[in-house]
């Protein structure tokens, strides 16, 4: 086969389908033209999904009548001269093919006017065959018609997509460019109607309203700048619940292009972890800017990807700006309540039975009988919420949470703090009662030591009131013969030992009754760790059904805490 030279309008077909991809592409080549023109005003239309018609309008510098006829040849550009050039590039386009691309593969017309002259001029390119220059009134800048793209490349027009598709990429190319460029006011209007409109303010909020739309726009927050070293961050970024089903709706930009980077988006979405959803994945705009020969522009033909010198650094920086915003805005873990993350909105509901929840102190480490802290509700307290609901027990956790199902969700129950909420209730209650005591079938002897027996003087007729039936049998020694129902025989005596060593270390409290009541309690009730059958979990929240104040442990701190069907459906993305 001899070897012949192509002819032009070969070459221009060939030369456009590495640039001109699809009807996207012709548009961010034109917009790009019209912000290196120094446009102020960008207004974009298109029908078709820009197979009909895509016409980009600005308010630029525009072209001579003469110059028109160079800038749709190949390798015809303003912006370049040499190769030494490419390095200090700010401008988008460089290669000057691009008009030459699009009117080889459409029926093309540009119009300019500079500021200068007083009527503008045109040219029509049908599919790589220029016409006449012609003069035109119009206002000053350039307007680009390219109509039938790909006519005349049928494998090309086979290869698009369905027009909404099409559509939504060129969407995606103006909203990259709006959020680029925020100074610059940008209109998008697909068959007729607007779909896309930034006031070219200058302010990054005003542009992310225009792109996300004002409601979706008040859930995305500025990043925390970063700087380290040569690299600087910044943008905004939407909190978890304006996620989207797809990656289109975030945008990266380094040094203020638009670029697509895999590691990169990897990185942000490392930075909402646990946060997101599977098949959820964030939106906003990130922005990076680091010195320009530290990430290299030109390795692909539409300029989308970019090479970083050290795309670690870029990444980790990255990944540290959207972390630390995360963090600020999401809100704090609840003190002692459940969640699943460290990051995750409070997913659990605490129940909280004190009249004002913000009266709850932090729980004592040792239980101080002097006298019951503020939380310590009396029982007189008002129940702030009902009772706990008939409950269906599945297991344990930690040997230390009760885990059960009522009719409004999943409940979790501290087992230390339900039992002693339930022993500290039939205590207060037996002694009014005053006959609920077991008799022991052999009378128990207690040895107490000298500060245990001085902190219990004075007050056996106070023991005698709660259920114990005791006698000294010695200086330090009591003989029990009887105790209140709701304590357990085999370990009474080592309690009582217990309950008189925390009197001994403190104040002798202001209602003794009460004090002892608290200690016994606490230290009757089952531990935390400790592993309980299912049938001492469920005989545990029966009985905790019948106490007054079942939603607090003795100290105030909640006994249960409920994920409701709700939650747990918002949990796991059913809503
Ligand atoms: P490049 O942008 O790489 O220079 P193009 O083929 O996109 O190549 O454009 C060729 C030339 O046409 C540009 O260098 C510029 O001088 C001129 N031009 C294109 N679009 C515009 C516009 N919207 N306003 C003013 N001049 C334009
Ligand atoms: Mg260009």
Request: with cysteine.
């Amino acid at each position: 086969m001899p070897i012949v030279r192509l002819d032009e309008a070969t070459v221009r077909r060939i030369a456009a389908g590495e640039v001109v991809e699809r009807p996207a592409s012709v548009v961010k080549e034109l917009v790009e033209n019209a912000l290196d023109a120094g446009a102020r005003a960008i207004r974009v239309e298109i029908a078709a999904g820009g197979r009909e018609l895509i016409r980009v309008q600005d308010d630029g510098c525009g072209m001579l009548p003469e110059e028109l006829p160079l800038a749709v040849e190949r390798h015809t550009t303003s912006k370049l001269r040499d190769f030494a050039d490419l390095a200090r590039l700010t401008t988008y386009g460089f290669r000057g093919e691009a008009l030459a691309a699009i009117s080889a593969v459409s029926d093309f017309e540009i119009a300019s006017r500079p500021p200068a002259s007083g009527h503008g001029a045109r040219l029509r390119v049908r599919f790589g065959k220029p016409g006449r220059v012609e003069p035109v009134g119009m206002s000053v800048g350039t307007i680009v018609t390219v109509r039938d793209l790909f006519a005349t490349v049928p494998a090309r027009r086979r290869f698009l997509r369905q027009d909404a598709t099409e559509t939504a990429y060129i969407q995606r190319v103006l909203a990259a460019l709006a959020l680029a460029r925020p100074d610059v006011r940008v209109e998008f209007v697909v068959d007729g109607r607007t779909a896309l409109a930034t006031p070219g303010s200058g302010r990054l909020v005003d542009a992310l309203a225009g792109v996300y739309g004002a409601e979706t726009a008040a859930s995305i927050v500025s990043l925390e700048p970063i700087e380290s070293g040569e690299i600087a961050v910044h943008g905004a970024i939407g909190l978890p619940a304006v996620a989207r089903a797809n990656r289109q709706s975030l945008f990266l930009l380094v040094n203020g292009r638009w670029i697509e980077s895999r590691t990169l988006v990897a990185a942000i979405e490392q930075a909402y972890h646990t946060l997101l959803m599977v098949g959820r994945y964030p939106i906003g705009v990130v922005a990076v800017s680091l010195p320009p020969d530290r990430v290299d522009v030109n390795v692909h033909p539409t300029k989308r990807e970019v090479r970083f010198a050290d795309e670690r650094a870029v990444a980790a920086a990255v990944h540290e700006a959207v972390r630390r915003t995360l963090l600020s805005h999401l809100p704090a873990q609840p003190p002692p309540a459940v969640t699943f993350s460290p990051l995750e909105p409070p997913v659990i509901q605490r129940r909280l039975l004190v009249a004002d929840p913000s009266r709850v102190p932090p729980p004592p480490p040792v239980i101080s009988p002097a006298a019951p802290a503020p939380g310590e509700a009396p029982s007189s307290a008002p129940p702030a919420e009902g009772r706990l609901p008939i409950l269906r027990v599945l297991g344990q956790v930690r040997q230390s949470y009760i885990i059960a199902e009522g009719p409004d969700g999943m409940y979790l129950i501290d087992q230390h703090a339900a039992h002693e909420r339930v022993l500290l209730e039939r205590l207060r209650r037996d002694q009014r009662a005053g006959d609920r005591v077991q008799y022991l079938l052999e009378p128990q002897v207690v040895e107490l030591s000298a500060a245990q027996a001085t902190a219990l003087q004075g007050h056996l007729p106070d023991l005698a009131a709660l259920g114990f039936v005791a006698e000294e049998f010695g200086p330090r020694t009591l003989l029990l013969r009887a105790i209140p129902a709701a304590l357990k025989p085999t370990t009474i005596a080592r309690v009582l030992q217990e309950t008189c060593e925390a009197l001994a270390q403190d104040a002798p409290p202001a209602d003794w009754r009460e004090a002892i009541c608290l200690l016994l309690a606490c230290k009757t009730a089952v531990k935390a760790g400790q592993l309980l059958s299912l049938e001492e979990m469920r005989a545990l929240l029966e009985q905790l059904d019948e106490a007054e104040l079942g939603h607090t442990c003795a100290h105030g701190r909640p006994t249960a805490v409920l994920l409701t069907h709700g939650q747990l459906e918002r949990e796991f993305g059913r809503r």
